[in-house]
């Protein structure tokens, strides 16, 4: 078991930048794959970025891409999300998620298959 807790959340201006980082605790982290995921107010939660156990490989959703980078450390137990030109829309509640039934370089942006969660931190991007 793993325990994840998000910090790094607050209130920008639309083109500002914010590092969200997940601190894990329990088992071993580099057996995890890692994710972000968000939640906007009336919305279901959506994939954000994920990355592999050794941090290898990335994936994206698509209206993040080029604006978001995903990290981790796994001599820190940490994973980053970096977040650049943000706008309005990406105003959510963040959360970080691990897998453990991820294996090699694989990354999934499947919900149902991410194990643990986070309490999430909100970030609000203002116009």
């Known amino acids: 078991q793993v325990q994840l807790v998000e910090s790094g959340g607050g209130l920008v201006q639309a083109g500002g930048s914010l590092r969200l980082s997940c601190a894990a605790s329990?088992?071993?982290?580099?057996?995890?794959?890692m994710g972000w995921f968000r939640q906007a107010p009336g919305k279901e939660r959506e994939f954000v970025a994920a990355?592999?156990?050794?941090?290898?490989?990335?994936y994206y959703l698509d209206s993040v891409k080029g604006r978001f980078t995903i990290s981790r450390d796994n001599a820190k137990n940490t994973v980053y999300l970096q977040m650049n030109s943000l706008e309005p829309e990406d105003t959510a509640v963040y959360y970080c998620?691990?897998?453990?039934?991820?294996?090699?370089?694989?990354?999934?942006?499947?919900?149902?298959?991410?194990?643990?969660w986070g309490q999430g931190t909100q970030v609000t991007v203002s116009s």
């Open positions: 998620a691990a897998d453990s039934s991820i294996r090699g370089s694989a990354v999934t942006t499947i919900l149902s298959e991410y194990d643990y």
């Open positions: 990355i592999s156990r050794s941090g290898s490989n990335t």
């Open positions: 329990g088992r071993t982290f580099s057996w995890y794959g």
